[in-house]
């Protein structure tokens, strides 16, 4: 069983905010002053480990799955000592699914394991449990709609049954994991590239029903508000080469999947290496590279004037982008254990409203 510890990663992230005003010229503008405390080097990480998987019956498929069970120590292996982490699974099912969006668990197993309650051989167990034999989706071709339950999981009555079980916990880092040996039925297809037939026709209606709004920038923005400050992780097991893309039956390059990836600034593993070990490695060594520093910050004020952010860390100026959307910043180079990032801004002038006339008697 893992150590206990009392120190959290909440708890040493410290995030400090300065207001001021300043005028400019004939109006009044207002600026405004963060500081963040990056968390110390030795402090235990809380850390929420989803595997959002295919749920689909098929018997490469269900080996991946099998074996994500049998060797996610090497995964695990990977973070930091001492890391309070949680594992669950959630199915790619979709609207017409009860499951889409919560978290699945084998019958007498359960839905959330816990590092700081149980071994990592209860913990192997468990998980093989929980992805051996998963209930499939027929409205969704077994199972094929990863992004819409997990954009459906992001929901506020999704979110509070999920961390009734102990999970999205609101101090927690979070590293997202998708498997699949197929595209994901919302994927956005590029231009010229022709989907894998499926002759039952049920991806088609599943698309139609399900996919408005389900892009992977819209879930990267959910996953963003969810996580704040706190890092985020995104990942896959699935066909990321197109010359090694399996053509048996229905599999196919993870479109969809690996776009969300792309723009989370992810990793993926190749489904066609047969060395899931290695593969749940790098993925554990990327997670724990995201962990414990902050790159995403957010502004307590909207209606931000871009032009006038300054990025510095420990005191040097930092390249930076901005999310008008979110309203964060989002620095690439963070510094290191307990550096501090202040972020200076200011939101942009307001016109002031035209008088309405005074009618004339």
Same mark, same amino acid.
């Given at each position: 069983?893992?150590?206990?510890?009392?120190?959290?990663?909440? $708890?040493?992230?410290?995030?400090?905010?300065?207001?001021?005003?300043?005028?400019?010229?004939?109006?009044?503008?207002?600026?405004?002053?963060?500081?963040?405390?990056?968390?110390?080097?030795?402090?235990?990480?809380?850390?929420?480990? !989803?595997?959002?998987?295919? &749920?689909?019956?098929?018997?490469?498929?269900?080996?991946?799955?099998?074996?994500?069970?049998?060797?996610?120590?090497?995964?695990?292996?990977?973070?930091?000592?001492?890391?309070? $982490?949680?594992?669950?699974?959630?199915?790619?099912?979709?609207?017409?699914?009860?499951?889409?969006?919560?978290?699945?668990?084998?019958?007498?197993?359960?839905?959330?394991?816990?590092?700081? &309650?149980?071994?990592?051989? =209860?913990?192997?167990?468990?998980?093989?449990?929980? !992805?051996?034999?998963?209930?499939?989706?027929?409205?969704?071709?077994?199972?094929? /709609?990863?992004?819409?339950?997990?954009?459906?999981?992001?929901?506020?009555?999704?979110?509070?049954?999920?961390?009734?079980?102990?999970?999205?916990? /609101?101090?927690?880092?979070?590293?997202?994991?998708?498997?699949?040996?197929?595209?994901?039925?919302?994927?956005?297809?590029?231009?010229?590239? =022709?989907?894998?037939?499926?002759?039952?026709?049920?991806?088609?209606?599943?698309?139609?029903?399900?996919?408005?709004?389900?892009?992977?920038?819209?879930?990267?923005?959910?996953?963003?508000? !969810?996580?704040?400050?706190?890092?985020?992780?995104? %990942?896959?097991?699935? +066909?990321?080469?197109?010359? =090694?893309?399996?053509?048996?039956?229905? %599999? /196919? +390059?993870? +479109?969809? +999947?690996?776009?969300?990836?792309?723009?989370? %600034?992810?990793?993926?593993?190749?489904?066609?290496?047969?060395?899931?070990?290695?593969?749940? &490695?790098?993925?554990?060594? $990327?997670?724990?590279?995201?962990?414990?520093?902050?790159?995403?910050?957010?502004?307590?004020?909207?209606?931000?004037?871009?032009?006038?952010?300054?990025?510095?860390?420990?005191? !040097?100026?930092?390249?930076?982008?901005?999310?008008?959307?979110?309203?964060?910043?989002?620095?690439?180079?963070?510094?290191?254990?307990?550096?501090?990032?202040?972020?200076?801004?200011?939101?942009?002038?307001?016109?002031?409203?035209?008088?309405?006339?005074?009618?004339?008697?």
């Amino acid at each position: 069983m893992l150590k206990r510890t009392n120190r959290s990663w909440g $708890f040493f992230i410290l995030v400090c905010s300065l207001f001021y005003s300043l005028s400019a010229g004939a109006g009044d503008r207002k600026c405004f002053h963060q500081w963040f405390l990056q968390p110390d080097e030795d402090c235990a990480l809380k850390l929420d480990i !989803l595997f959002v998987v295919d &749920s689909s019956n098929s018997p490469a498929l269900n080996e991946v799955r099998h074996a994500i069970g049998e060797k996610i120590d090497g995964f695990l292996a990977q973070l930091r000592p001492h890391t309070d $982490f949680h594992i669950a699974v959630m199915l790619g099912h979709g609207s017409k699914s009860e499951y889409t969006g919560r978290l699945w668990h084998a019958a007498r197993h359960p839905a959330v394991l816990r590092s700081l &309650s149980m071994s990592l051989s =209860t913990i192997r167990g468990h998980l093989s449990a929980n !992805l051996a034999a998963p209930a499939e989706d027929v409205f969704s071709d077994g199972g094929q /709609e990863g992004l819409y339950s997990l954009s459906r999981a992001l929901d506020g009555d999704k979110i509070e049954r999920s961390r009734r079980h102990g999970f999205f916990r /609101e101090d927690a880092a979070l590293a997202v994991i998708f498997v699949s040996n197929e595209n994901d039925i919302c994927a956005p297809y590029p231009a010229g590239v =022709t989907p894998v037939p499926n002759p039952n026709g049920v991806e088609a209606a599943a698309k139609a029903r399900d996919c408005h709004g389900i892009t992977p920038g819209a879930i990267l923005t959910r996953l963003k508000r !969810l996580q704040g400050p706190r890092p985020l992780a995104v %990942s896959g097991i699935l +066909y990321n080469n197109l010359s =090694t893309a399996s053509h048996v039956g229905e %599999s /196919e +390059y993870g +479109y969809g +999947y690996l776009d969300l990836i792309g723009l989370a %600034s992810g990793l993926s593993a190749d489904l066609a290496d047969a060395n899931v070990e290695a593969g749940l &490695s790098r993925l554990g060594d $990327f997670t724990s590279s995201k962990m414990p520093l902050m790159t995403d910050f957010p502004l307590k004020r909207h209606h931000v004037n871009a032009s006038s952010i300054r990025v510095l860390v420990d005191d !040097l100026p930092a390249t930076f982008s901005y999310d008008p959307e979110l309203s964060f910043v989002h620095v690439p180079n963070p510094g290191q254990p307990r550096s501090r990032v202040d972020i200076r801004y200011c939101r942009k002038s307001m016109p002031c409203p035209t008088p309405t006339p005074t009618p004339t008697p």
